[in-house]
């Protein structure tokens, strides 16, 4: 039976060791292999089982709550502090080692508004965009909608201009801006629909800005209304417009999800890009701060026991500012009138749901390795992997270089059908406290062009919002095959999907986790440019051997409470070569079933029929083929 272990380190490099230590190795010897806590205690006799036998959660001993106490495995002298900390750990009364770390001193404030939390994470972007205003220069910025609003008013105020927004309906303009009449029809006195009526008032517009207006664009992507300029006459026109005016300053905005013309998207002298957060923000008024700080008020901050600002970047940076300040909101609400104080633990998983909320296509998943039987070697290699993530995102700043090239981008599982490929993904997201979103890959496919891309970049952009998170590509080989030269239709569009894919794995940005993970049975027919190591990492799952059955058949019968005697057990391993997991598990699910709706005890004369039933269905499978 698999029993909890937690555990604490001094550095990220022993917790990487732990994390990728071999199943068999007895935990005695793991312990004494590197500096470690017991944050429970710990029966001396528990020491010589194999470190298989338990379900390990290491932390880092910086990041815990001031005042947890610490305990040295029985037998073992405590650890000495690590020199990072400021004093010593000193004995407490229960015989264990308490935490000498100090609380994180952070300033956050009383409150704070959606466009203060705007200003303070992106102000060097804000103030780059207002240079180039004043400059007389023409700007498109691409960023999620939802912050344009609070992005535009604080440039053109910054830029020292009056902003007159197209899409305003009113009469008068807003930030002190004109407003032009809404043309109700075109010359001939026929009905204009919405967007030639902006067009209209676009014209007059620019036709009449004085020095010191700006023209802003908050929705130049509904605006162009697609890509593809030659599918829409407004479009054409609104090109054709933006270039009758080139002296004119205009400030637009696009979401990175919805392409732009290039024609279109030229017309602009500089393109600045927002996505996610920074670790850090500071504006002219104020010193460095911690996102987790500055965008975090007392009272948010205090309703969460060991708040640590530092930890709780990396739930959020995927986020928008005012994402941010919702997801705060909602988890401070959900919490605040409980009786027990809320822990670091449950502001992580509030965020998960808020985060998964966004989407009916993300979920939050539940399933551990702990909960697939077998593959050792799988299990060990997914949690270096997992280390590495995690590691990756404490490197000090001027590392930056080497942190991108150490997290991985992707991972391709590849093995028969049945052998869990799906489940091991779903236990990835889990070790990430990550979302996970599943896309079959016929589902991306689509018969017009353009649209399967699109779909690509939405798939993208959704997770890095709600980052930590997990893209599973199930089938990747229906949208990866390898690129073709030959001239027809249907390979172009093909090439086009790869290519995006590579694009946005390409784009990657490493202090958001994020990961990509593929499931195959054809891995000889995915295109070689998403095989390179910088991009996928190629896992086999294969058929479970005699081991990996035994475990298997061993975690299903206690999930499904049958009892297997030892010499029962054995003889079921043997008696599947060559089956799948999803296989095995069905031999305990039938058995459960004949049990509670039948009244049939899974007993040894059970289980072989039941073993010779999943036979016979091979054979006859076989016999249909032929």
């Known amino acids: 039976m698999t029993r909890a272990l937690r555990l604490a380190t001094a550095d990220h490099g022993d917790r990487m060791d732990l994390l990728g230590t071999a199943g068999d190795r007895p935990l005695r010897e793991v312990l004494a292999s590197c500096e470690v806590w017991l944050l429970d205690p710990l029966d001396e006799e528990l020491l010589d089982r194999p470190w298989s036998d338990f379900a390990a959660d290491i932390r880092l001993r910086p990041e815990l709550p001031p005042q947890t106490p610490l305990f040295a495995p029985p037998g073992f002298a405590a650890p000495a502090a690590p020199t990072s900390l400021a004093k010593p750990p000193a004995e407490n009364d229960n015989g264990g080692v308490e935490a000498a770390t100090e609380p994180e001193q952070a300033q956050h404030p009383d409150r704070i508004t959606d466009a203060e939390a705007v200003r303070l994470a992106y102000y060097p972007q804000i103030e780059r965009v207002a240079s180039l205003l004043?400059?007389?220069?023409?700007?498109?910025?691409?960023?999620?909608?939802?912050?344009?609003?609070?992005?535009?008013?604080?440039?053109?105020?910054?830029?020292?201009?009056?902003?007159?927004?197209?899409?305003?309906?009113?009469?008068?303009?807003?930030?002190?801006?004109?407003?032009?009449?809404?043309?109700?029809?075109?010359?001939?006195?026929?009905?204009?629909?919405?967007?030639?009526?902006?067009?209209?008032?676009?014209?007059?517009?620019?036709?009449e800005l004085k020095e010191g207006d700006v023209i802003v664009l908050t929705h130049l992507d509904l605006l162009a209304g697609s890509a593809d300029i030659g599918r829409h006459a407004e479009a054409r026109e609104l090109v054709e417009l933006l270039y009758a005016f080139p002296d004119q300053l205009v400030l637009a905005f696009a979401d990175p999800t919805l392409p732009l013309p290039d024609v279109l998207a030229e017309r602009f002298s500089a393109r600045v890009t927002l996505s996610g957060l920074p670790p850090k923000v500071k504006t002219p008024e104020s010193a460095e701060t911690l996102?987790?700080?500055?965008?975090?008020?007392?009272?948010?901050?205090?309703?969460?026991?060991?708040?640590?600002?530092?930890?709780?970047?990396?739930?959020?940076?995927?986020?928008?500012?005012?994402?941010?300040?919702?997801?705060?909101?909602?988890?401070?609400?959900?919490h605040r009138t409980q009786p027990k104080r809320a822990t670091q633990q449950d502001l992580r998983e509030t965020l998960l749901t808020f985060k998964a909320q966004q989407s009916s296509h993300f979920e939050v998943p539940n399933v551990t390795l702990h909960d697939i039987g077998g593959y050792d070697e799988v299990k060990d290699e997914i949690r270096q992997t997992l280390a590495i993530i995690s590691g990756a995102q404490s490197l000090p700043d001027d590392m930056e270089e080497v942190r991108s090239e150490l997290v991985p981008r992707?991972?391709?599982?590849?093995?028969?059908?049945?052998?869990?490929?799906?489940?091991?993904?779903?236990?990835?997201?889990?070790?990430?406290?990550?979302?996970?979103?599943?896309?079959?890959?016929?589902?991306?496919?689509?018969?017009?062009?353009?649209?399967?891309?699109?779909?690509?970049?939405?798939?993208?952009?959704?997770?890095?919002?709600?980052?930590?998170?997990?893209?599973?590509?199930?089938?990747?080989?229906?949208?990866?095959?390898?690129?073709?030269?030959?001239?027809?239709?249907?390979?172009?569009?093909?090439?086009?999907?790869?290519?995006?894919?590579?694009?946005e794995m390409d784009g990657f940005r490493p202090e958001v986790p994020m990961l990509v993970i593929g499931t195959t049975n054809r891995i000889d027919i995915i295109d070689k440019a998403l095989l390179r190591p910088s991009r996928f990492r190629s896992i086999a799952i294969s058929l479970p051997d005699v081991t990996a059955r035994r475990a298997i058949l061993r975690h299903h019968a206690g999930r499904y409470h049958i009892s297997l005697d030892d010499e029962v057990l054995e003889l079921i391993a043997e008696a599947t070569a060559g089956r799948n997991g999803d296989e095995l598990r069905s031999l305990m699910r039938d058995a459960f079933v004949g049990r509670h709706m039948h009244g049939i005890e899974p007993d040894a004369r059970r289980l072989g029929w039941l073993v010779g039933r999943l036979q016979q269905g091979r054979l006859e499978m076989i016999s249909e083929r032929r």
């Open 134 to 207: 004043r400059s007389r220069l023409p700007v498109l910025v691409i960023s999620e909608k939802l912050i344009v609003t609070h992005l535009w008013e604080e440039m053109v105020t910054l830029a020292e201009c009056r902003g007159i927004r197209l899409d305003d309906d009113s009469t008068e303009g807003e930030g002190g801006g004109r407003s032009s009449g809404d043309p109700v029809g075109d010359m001939n006195g026929a009905p204009m629909n919405t967007r030639q009526r902006r067009l209209a008032r676009l014209r007059a517009q620019l036709e």
């Open 410 to 503: 992707g991972i391709i599982f590849y093995g028969p059908p049945g052998t869990g490929k799906t489940l091991f993904a779903k236990a990835i997201a889990n070790g990430m406290n990550a979302t996970i979103q599943v896309v079959s890959g016929p589902e991306v496919t689509d018969m017009y062009v353009g649209e399967s891309e699109r779909k690509v970049r939405e798939i993208f952009a959704s997770a890095r919002r709600s980052a930590p998170s997990v893209i599973v590509f199930d089938e990747i080989d229906a949208i990866t095959m390898e690129r073709s030269n030959r001239p027809d239709g249907g390979s172009r569009a093909g090439n086009s999907v790869v290519a995006q894919i590579l694009t």
């Open 291 to 334: 996102l987790g700080a500055a965008l975090v008020t007392r009272e948010e901050a205090e309703t969460f026991e060991g708040f640590q600002p530092r930890e709780f970047y990396k739930h959020v940076a995927g986020m928008n500012p005012v994402r941010l300040r919702q997801a705060m909101r909602y988890a401070h609400e959900k």
